[in-house]
């Protein structure tokens, strides 16, 4: 079964910091996608990131960045110079080359101190 | 351009009874998804649709069925309500035909509770 695990339940950092979100999964398909996404109180959920399994190179965008690594099947999220509007539950997902759904890990609740 | 719109936003029902859920995708997309979100948990895929047809399906009961229709809007229906059935049911939508760049796009979801 395609799993994704996310252990930290809830992070903090103080603004303009730097912190790191992780993720792992467990999967048997050589071919996937790997997104971050961001849940605001709002509700909505907005896309950060995303990651093809088959590309060796770290996403990035902008003050966002993941660190993947495949042999291990993890998947983290780095922000950058953090900002009060970065708070919010954040998700890691998966989905299948092919396949249609995404699988969610449990999310982790990001708060910035100012 | 507008985004995914869904409708409504809030809705209370009672065990047993019966709800239907709205969504319109995003312009140009073709393809809808719907996920439950319990409360404190990751979203739960349900299922998607494609050219008004079931294309997969999550371990969800017959209980949840939806539609599609020519415009590609959508509709979740959930008959004989639980408890358990409260939640935010989100809806995404996506363009079938760039299958290396479908990237689902989320609504705000309807909060959907069940008294």
């Known amino acids: 079964a395609q799993t994704v695990t996310q252990s930290q339940p809830e992070m903090s950092v103080q603004e303009a910091e730097t912190v790191t979100l992780s993720c792992t999964y467990d999967?048997?398909?050589?071919?996937?996608?790997l997104f971050w996404y961001k849940q605001p109180p709002s509700r909505q959920m907005i896309l950060v990131i995303r990651q093809e399994a088959y590309k060796q190179q770290n996403a990035t965008e902008n003050r966002f960045s993941v660190n993947f690594q495949k042999a291990a099947k993890s998947f983290s999220l780095k922000i950058s110079d953090s900002q009060l509007g970065d708070a919010a539950m954040y998700f890691c997902?998966?989905?299948?080359?092919?396949?249609?759904?995404?699988?969610f890990g449990q999310g982790t609740r990001l708060t910035i101190n100012p | 351009d507008a985004g995914v719109t869904q409708s409504p936003t809030h809705l209370i029902k009672t065990r047993g009874q019966q709800v239907t859920l709205r969504c319109s995708p995003k312009?140009?997309?073709?393809?809808v998804s719907w996920y439950q979100q319990a409360l404190g948990q990751g979203p739960q895929f349900i299922f998607q649709?494609?050219?008004?047809?079931?294309?997969q399906r999550g371990n969800f009961p017959d209980r949840f069925s939806g539609h599609q229709f020519p415009n590609y809007s959508s509709e979740l229906n959930v008959n004989a309500l639980l408890l358990g059935d409260s939640a935010l049911y989100l809806c995404?939508?996506?363009?079938?035909?760039?299958?290396?760049?479908?990237?689902?796009?989320f609504g705000a979801g309807t909060r959907l509770s069940v008294l």
């Open positions: 995404a939508s996506s363009l079938t035909s760039r299958a290396l760049k479908n990237i689902q796009y």
């Open positions: 312009s140009g997309h073709d393809t």
């Open positions: 999967t048997s398909e050589s071919d996937y996608y």
């Open positions: 649709y494609y050219e008004e047809e079931e294309r």
């Open positions: 997902a998966y989905r299948v080359q092919g396949a249609q759904k995404l699988v």
